[in-house]
């Protein structure tokens, strides 16, 4: 066995993994299908990277109301649970473990994709952004504030899709509570205005995602409930930190301890916040200490900083992003300190396998 950190098994509550390289959810926007659900095209690109240690995949979204992207997979029709069985499938023939990432863009949408009404999200705030839609980028709209009632509603769909999950074969879930979008947008005072129950207090803005978790592990034990957080995302997707902001990712990591969950799930920040004094650079170093469970870290990694993030205990788990889709065997190539190979980013979001599954492994060369 190799000593590199990254290499040596690690074990979340009950599941076993082969290594610590992880396969970090990616849209990749090639369920061009009426239902949108995942194809045999899926199966072949998952089953190229079972040797990660956990796959997770792309964000799935949890109703129509959750859509917000052109071709993204579902987990909500019959049709998707099918197609994701497939994946699942091919993912255990290889002796791989897959949990699949449950998503809801909130505000980032726009009408084309809801018969002409707008999009929903904690508050009626325009993210200002752009919209990938049918007919190319469009300009993001206001949004219609969801009322109480509907963000109950939202919690029960994430149950449903778990449910959905656990049919489909996979082997745990992760909830995307990152990077912008529903769940992101309770947490930060820029997209939520509330004054019920989920907004105002930190607890409050906070709810939500532990409503979920709670929903969800009727379906899932929590030990194989996954939670992914971007606490210094800032001037993208919408997203505006303010003083408030690290202190109520404090709260939420504090929090999850309760549950002893498969993991967290942390991003480095996607862009340089160095100069902003109310946010954290590194997020690792931050937020170690306040978390008891198993850690993945992502952003920026490559195979040394990877190794020396775990060694220095700061992280059990590195999520790879962009590595991965170019390098369908990443841990085997760490294991033979092999050349990595580029990707293409003209072909991260387009149908077909060009850029999807003709990534080479190195026994093809
Ligand atoms: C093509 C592409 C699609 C992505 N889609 C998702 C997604 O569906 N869900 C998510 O949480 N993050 C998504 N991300 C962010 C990645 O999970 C990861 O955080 C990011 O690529 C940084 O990691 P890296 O430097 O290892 O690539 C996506 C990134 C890329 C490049």
Redesign the pocket.
Request: aromatic share 24%.
């Given at each position: 066995m190799s000593n590199q950190a990254l290499l040596k098994p690690i074990t979340l509550g009950d599941l076993e993994l082969k290594n610590r390289v992880i396969m970090?959810?990616?849209?990749?926007s090639r369920a061009d299908n009426e239902a949108n659900a995942a194809t045999d095209l899926h199966a072949k690109y998952y089953k190229q990277r079972a040797s990660a240690g956990l796959i997770?995949?792309?964000?799935?979204q949890i109703s129509s109301q959750a859509v917000g992207y052109v071709n993204?997979a579902g987990i909500y029709k019959p049709e998707q649970i099918e197609g994701w069985k497939k994946v699942t499938d091919a993912v255990h023939d290889e002796d791989g473990k897959i949990f699949v990432?449950l998503?809801h863009v909130g505000r980032m949408s726009h009408p084309d994709f809801h018969d002409g009404d707008k999009p929903v999200a904690p508050s009626a705030v325009n993210p200002n952004d752009k919209s990938y839609t049918y007919e190319g980028f469009k300009e993001t709209v206001e949004p219609r504030a969801l009322t109480t009632a509907e963000v109950k509603q939202v919690v029960q769909d994430f149950k449903k899709a778990a449910k959905n999950a656990v049919d489909a074969g996979f082997d745990g879930i992760?909830i995307?509570s990152?990077?912008g979008?529903l769940i992101h947008q309770f947490f930060n005072n820029s997209s939520n205005h509330r004054d019920d129950e989920y907004g105002g207090s930190i607890e409050n803005k906070a709810r939500i995602l532990f409503e979920i978790i709670e929903a969800a592990k009727v379906f899932f034990p929590t030990n194989r409930i996954g939670v992914?957080l971007?606490p210094s995302l800032h001037g993208l997707f919408g997203m505006e930190a303010d003083e408030e902001t690290i202190p109520t990712f404090e709260y939420i990591v504090k929090k999850l301890n309760d549950y002893d969950l498969a993991y967290l799930?942390l991003?480095?920040p996607?862009t340089d916040v160095s100069d902003i004094d109310y946010l954290v650079d590194n997020i690792a170093d931050h937020f170690r200490p306040l978390y008891k469970g198993n850690l993945m870290i992502?952003?920026?990694?490559d195979q040394e900083s990877g190794n020396k993030v775990i060694e220095n205990e700061k992280a059990d788990m590195v999520?790879?992003?962009?590595?991965?889709?170019s390098n369908p065997d990443l841990p085997v190539r760490f294991e033979k300190n092999a050349e990595l190979q580029d990707?293409d980013?003209d072909t991260?979001?387009v149908p077909g396998a060009k850029g999807y599954t003709d990534y080479p492994k190195l026994e093809d060369k």
């Open positions: 970090a959810p990616m849209t990749r997770i995949s792309e964000g799935s993204t990432q998503w992760e995307h990152s990077n979008y992914r971007n799930h991003s480095e996607f992502n952003g920026g990694f999520a790879y992003g962009k590595l991965f889709i990707w980013s991260f979001y």
